[in-house]
């Protein structure tokens, strides 16, 4: 099927633009971006397209977009499967517009061996409607302790290698393993985070913790991981991904190591770009996260360095949680909330709010995850996928977490009024999803 979008409002992050067109559809692949007014019958012709086989749609002036590329889903299987499924995962993540998810290893047991990676790969296959690239284990069973056969598990079509929020606090073991990766040229994602000064946190320190009397990790965690990452990076040459920046502290560092030429980029979560610390107020549990939402000049600071290009990356971080582990005290409730339906939606406050514009959001969610993985999606370009998300970015609602196609609902938006709704969703040229 020949697919031809007209009056969009096409949203390139490669080339930077926001502009009226249309955009050609064939064989799955980007043919041509149109300037505006391209008369349907007319392109036919020149491009001698059997007209029997071609879908026009008609966009409205909504917005077409590169299908955003989500580096840190987590999938709950195997092991917890009535948390969330491939089926669910790619359920959600169509109705977000997400084209390709990146699902980390952090399962029930870890994805540490290529049984498991090809066990997960034939499910995500089966069941889910979007590209789902896995992430493996960098070390056994995410101890810390042996690192994961790498070359195997590359074999086996891993894309990266994390312990997620299990900080390798062996430097050696990490140092290793970073080595090993370079002579693979793996990519490794890691959480910088100082273990022992983050273990058992619920919340950033400041009045706001001391107030409510929750446990507490100073910002510097995160400043005294990335900087330990750092220097293993200048001494092994790996490629590395700092998984979430959150804090204004981090980001000096995170510029220093990128100006002295280290294969290093970072990423950020949705939630830390749009929430702070004081949205926890009265220890409502689907509002933690890991690492803890930060203040607001934090927040401020880190939505300006993805702007500037600082940050690359922002993720869904999606994680979900069944009700039993959610409705807890604050301090024993699991860290965590789903957002593969939400990450657009929660991404227009930043458009709204002038913080960056639709070109640079997209740079961050679609181009940039891309780039970094090799892929040749997240961009409108002749050649390209057709991984596309048609959306529009003023339509209000109001968030229901109970519409939500994830099996857990643990979203900290729920009940919030929100804007940008995913119209449509395409994966190769076909559609996914379209909003009844």
Excluded at 8 to 20: C, F, K, N, Y
Excluded at 82 to 90: D, F, I, Q, V
Excluded at 218 to 228: C, H, I, K, Y
Excluded at 294 to 306: M, Q
Aim: net charge negative; aromatic share 6%.
């Amino acid at each position: 099927m020949t697919l031809f979008f007209i009056n969009a409002r096409l949203i390139d992050p490669e080339a930077g633009t926001d502009s009226l067109g249309g955009l050609l559809v064939q064989d799955g692949k980007i043919a041509e971006l149109l300037p505006e007014g391209t008369e349907p019958a007319q392109l036919f012709r020149a491009r001698n397209i059997d007209t029997s086989a071609v879908e026009i749609i008609d966009c409205e002036g909504k917005c077409l977009a590169p299908g955003i590329v989500d580096i840190g889903v987590k999938v709950c299987e195997p092991g917890e499967r009535h948390k969330e499924s491939y089926k669910t995962a790619g359920l959600a993540a169509a109705a977000g517009g997400v084209t390709t998810i990146v699902t980390r290893p952090d399962t029930s047991p870890s994805i540490d061996s290529p049984e498991t990676l090809e066990f997960v790969t034939r499910r995500a296959q089966a069941d889910a409607p979007v590209h789902v690239l896995p992430m493996a284990a960098l070390t056994k069973g995410r101890e810390g302790r042996e690192m994961t056969e790498i070359g195997f598990l590359m074999d086996a079509g891993a894309v990266a290698f994390s312990d997620c929020d299990h900080v390798v606090s062996n430097t050696k073991v990490f140092s290793r393993a970073l080595t090993y990766a370079r002579s693979c040229g793996a990519l490794v994602i890691a959480h910088p985070q100082e273990p022992l000064l983050s273990a058992g946190a619920a919340a950033t320190s400041g009045k706001f913790a001391a107030l409510r009397g929750l446990p507490a990790v100073s910002p510097m965690a995160e400043r005294m991981g990335l900087d330990r990452d750092i220097a293993l990076l200048e001494m092994t040459g790996a490629k590395y991904h700092a998984d979430q920046i959150t804090t204004a502290r981090a980001l000096p560092a995170l510029e220093r190591a990128k100006a002295n030429g280290l294969d290093i980029t970072a990423g950020t979560s949705i939630h830390h770009l749009t929430l702070n610390e004081l949205d926890v107020a009265d220890y409502r549990t689907f509002f933690k996260v890991k690492p803890p939402l930060r203040s607001e000049d934090d927040r401020l600071a880190v939505a300006e360095a993805v702007r500037s290009g600082l940050i690359d990356t922002i993720s869904s971080m999606h994680t979900p949680q069944d009700e039993e582990s959610k409705r807890l005290p604050f301090e024993e409730a699991a860290a965590g909330a789903v957002a593969l339906e939400t990450l657009l939606p929660a991404a227009m406050r930043l458009y709204h709010a002038e913080l960056m514009d639709l070109p640079t959001l997209f740079r961050a969610m679609a181009l940039n995850p891309a780039k970094r993985l090799g892929l040749a999606s997240g961009r409108l370009s002749a050649g390209a996928p057709a991984d596309l998300v048609l959306f529009d970015p003023d339509m209000p609602f109001v968030m229901d977490r109970f519409q939500l196609k994830s099996k857990s609902q643990n979203t900290p938006y729920d009940g919030q009024r929100m804007q940008g709704r995913v119209l449509a969703t395409y994966v190769t040229g076909t559609p996914v999803y379209r909003r009844d």
